[in-house]
Nanobody, 119 residues
């Protein structure tokens, strides 16, 4: 079992930046991928960025490409989401999730952290 805790959310003005952190604990050696997802009120959950814990390769949604950067520190069991040039439409609850070895889906989720971008 892997436990995840997000932090770093808050209120920021449009154009500003935030850095989200995701702390993993438990059976972390089995984690092969970390993803950041978000869900705004009345909208479906959206995958924002994903990273491989082995080679660091990352993919982004078109809506954040060029503005957000996902990274990980395997030694500290941490993952991060650097968010720059924030827009009001980035307002959502942001979740990190872990994909375990052999799994096709992200099966472990954090409790989420709120990001609010004011115009």
């Amino acid at each position: 079992e892997v436990q995840l805790v997000e932090s770093g959310g808050g209120l920021v003005q449009a154009g500003g930046s935030l850095r989200l952190s995701c702390a993993a604990s438990g059976f972390t050696v089995d984690v092969r991928g970390i993803g950041w997802f978000r869900q705004a009120p009345g909208k479906e959950r959206e995958g924002v960025a994903k990273i491989s814990t082995s080679d660091g390769s990352a993919i982004y949604s078109d809506s954040v490409k060029g503005r957000f950067t996902i990274s990980r520190d395997n030694g500290k069991n941490m993952a991060y989401l650097q968010m720059n040039s924030l827009k009001p439409e980035d307002t959502a609850v942001y979740y990190c999730a872990a994909r375990r070895n052999g799994a096709s889906d992200f099966g472990s989720w954090g409790q989420g952290t709120q990001v609010t971008v004011s115009s």
